[in-house]
């Protein structure tokens, strides 16, 4: 299994940008077998998809909520994935969670195709 760990969550104006790095350890393929995604969870609501990325990084898939603020990236020769958040709204105030499955497979949107995950960072957006 993956260890994830994310990291450069915090308090931010509405407006504001926060870039989210995830590093990923205890790989048995190479980073770049495994299809990453970003989700989040606010209090009181289920997981939901933010992002993901393929295994190549040449295509990318973002909740309609996030399409043309948020850039996921990845850096396989550093084994971590990215998360750059722009124009963040108070709405986008949740835990925000680094995913993979597990080496080679392929991943959809879906948070059950997902096997490993980190502890999460908390985002607050505030008015």
């Known amino acids: 299994q993956v260890q994830l760990v994310e990291s450069g969550g915090g308090l931010v104006q509405a407006g504001g940008s926060l870039r989210l790095s995830c590093a990923a350890s205890?790989?048995?393929?190479?980073?770049?077998?495994?299809?990453m995604g970003w989700f989040r969870q606010a209090p009181g609501k289920e997981r939901e998809f933010v992002a993901r990325?393929?295994?190549?990084?040449?295509?990318?898939w973002y909740a309609d909520s996030v399409k043309g603020r948020f850039t996921i990236s990845r850096d396989n020769a550093e084994n971590t994935v990215y998360l750059q958040m722009n124009n963040l709204k108070p709405e986008d105030t949740a835990v925000y969670y680094c995913?993979?499955?597990?080496?080679?497979?392929?991943?959809?949107?879906?948070?059950?195709?997902?096997?490993?995950w980190g502890q999460g960072t908390q985002v607050t957006v505030s008015s």
């Open positions: 995913a993979a499955p597990h080496g080679g497979y392929y991943a959809s949107s879906n948070s059950a195709d997902f096997r490993s």
């Open positions: 205890g790989l048995t393929l190479t980073f770049a077998r495994y299809i």
């Open positions: 990325i393929s295994w190549s990084g040449d295509s990318t």
